[in-house]
């Protein structure tokens, strides 16, 4: 049960994106990058060409994330992707020093305690992949489609609040988003303003 005052500190840290860095097209081709994953595995998004892949932006000490982790709903929604195909990267661009900064070890355990499903972990504390794509919080998602190209980014639902309980009847754009490419149709809500704690870069 969530107290008042961890409610009142997650509004405090609300953050709705706004432009920082030059954000990627919808329906442009996603940009490329490669980075060792916490496995010490090398992962290159061009490589993943002919599969759907999803972008999440997280950090486990936001009470954003953490609504979704505890309810369980990013779990459920990273198994049913992953278990469909899809390629599940989740990313953390906090700097070294600032929340939710991890060593890879630290990482999986995290991953292992949240029986969590991505297919790829990545510590980006450089910054450099969260700018490149203008990560602007956690939860920041992004869709990309079969061909490589940018199919949805933005907010996981329309819920806002940092309360456990309004995952329930939130209508969740990433699965929203899956379903309609893997109908062949378009993408009806392709862009929506993220929502959630501001992405700990460095500046």
């Not at 779990?75 to 020093?97: E, H, L, M, N």
């Not at 499903?117 to 992949?129: C, F, T, W």
């Not at 939860?139 to 309004?166: C, F, Q, W």
Request: aromatic share 6%; with cysteine; charged share 20%.
């Amino acid at each position: 049960m969530i107290n008042t005052v961890k409610l009142a500190l997650a509004a405090a840290m609300l953050f709705v994106a706004t432009p920082a860095f030059a954000a990627p097209e919808i329906g442009a081709t996603a940009p490329d990058f490669e980075a060792v994953d916490i496995n010490g595995e090398t992962f290159k998004l061009s490589d993943q060409k002919g599969k759907n892949v999803v972008l999440e932006w997280t950090n486990h000490q936001c009470p954003f994330v953490v609504k979704h982790y505890d309810t369980g709903n990013m779990q459920k929604i990273q198994k049913a992707a992953t278990d469909d195909g899809v390629v599940w990267v989740s990313i953390v661009s906090s700097a070294d020093g600032r929340q939710g900064h991890t060593t890879p070890e630290e990482a999986k355990k995290i991953v292992a305690d949240a029986n969590a499903h991505p297919s790829v972990k990545i510590l980006d504390a450089s910054g450099e992949i969260g700018k490149l794509y203008d990560a602007q919080t956690t939860p920041h998602m992004y869709v990309i489609n079969k061909e490589g190209a940018l199919v949805y980014a933005g907010a996981i639902d329309d819920n806002s609040s940092p309360r456990h309980e309004t995952v329930d009847g939130a209508k969740n754009y990433v699965t929203a988003a899956l379903a309609d490419i893997k109908a062949d149709r378009p993408v009806e809500v392709s862009s929506t303003q993220a929502y959630g704690c501001g992405v700990k870069y460095n500046n």
